[in-house]
């Protein structure tokens, strides 16, 4: 993490003024998805105030960020974006603002690589869908809030391991869930393959019609071989993402007789009078969703 004059000559003052904890309700920090800026909420607690630079619903991987967006975070002590070519925009924007600090939370996280379209290879970048990388996650928001606020370190510690422990509870039962369904059944096919991290933790199959929702998505290539999977393994269900345009998904199941599952949520939590209003709820929206679309149950 970068360590700023701007940051430096804050801190100087406010240490200067007596009575004022040297950054206590002040910090302000920006992410660049609503999901990571859910995480950040629970590990800064009351101490920051916490902003998205993307809105609820948004496509993050191709957003074009506003003149409006740079102002809004051009005064933020950090901001916290996920990185592993999740946000493609984001270097670019990064660079016309003038000295914000930032921190890659996925730093340290063992990725899956990508295994088709124009990003082969390159590291699948969803990894806030696998719960030990979430550990990962939450470790590195409070390492980032300690470096540049120590007077508050202990509450983000207290405060990360609160968080860590209800991932934890939320993540179990919906991995039990899961082993309920007949293995031959346990499939994952979506619209974007954003799902790698929770097939593997989870033990499902996966199959997509697009690597990456940067890439071209729904191209007749994309939906027949989808169609020939779901075929192929009797996939009972297809779902597809809160993001996208949900078309191809349908096709996919309208033509093999599959089930069309649903919504899942990945790259955006929703509103807060949603479905998904923060990130746990989202693992868990995400994963009944598929338990209930496998099985048959609540359709
Ligand atoms: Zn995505």
Not at 18 to 41: C, E, N, Q, S, Y
Not at 53 to 73: C, N, Q
Not at 210 to 226: E, I, K, S
Request: charged content about 20%; some cysteine.
């Amino acid at each position: 993490m970068r360590k700023t004059p701007k940051f430096l000559a804050g801190l100087a003052l406010a240490m200067a003024l007596p009575g004022h904890a040297a950054t206590a309700d002040d910090l302000k920090v920006a992410t660049t998805f609503t999901v990571i800026a859910d995480m950040v909420r629970n590990v800064a607690g009351a101490h920051a105030e916490v902003v998205s630079i993307t809105r609820p619903g948004a496509e993050i991987h191709g957003y074009s960020p506003t003149p409006r967006d740079l102002v809004a975070v051009q005064d933020a002590d950090l901001i916290v974006w996920n990185g592993l070519n999740l946000e493609l925009w984001f270097e670019q924007f990064l660079g016309n603002l003038d000295d914000v600090p930032s921190v890659r939370i996925s730093e340290g996280i063992d990725p899956i690589p990508i295994s088709a379209g124009s990003y082969e290879g390159l590291p699948n970048p969803h990894a806030w869908m696998s719960a030990d990388n979430a550990m990962v996650y939450v470790d590195n928001i409070r390492d980032a809030l300690s470096d540049i606020d120590p007077d508050n370190a202990a509450a983000y510690a207290e405060n990360a391991e609160r968080y860590k422990q209800r991932i934890a509870d939320t993540i179990d039962p919906l991995r039990a869930a899961i082993a309920t369904i007949p293995e031959d059944q346990r499939w994952l096919v979506t619209c974007e393959g954003a799902f790698s991290y929770l097939a593997r933790d989870f033990g499902l199959q996966e199959a997509y019609l697009w690597p990456m929702n940067a890439d071209q998505t729904g191209t007749p290539q994309q939906v027949r071989a989808v169609i020939d999977t779901v075929r192929a393994n009797d996939v009972p269900a297809v779902f597809c993402e809160s993001t996208v345009n949900t078309d191809p998904a349908r096709q996919v199941a309208r033509e093999t007789g599959a089930r069309y599952g649903g919504v899942l949520y990945v790259d955006s939590l929703s509103e807060t009078d949603g479905p998904v209003p923060t990130y746990l709820e989202l693992l868990r929206v995400t994963t009944e969703t598929v338990v209930a679309g496998l099985t048959g149950e609540g359709s």
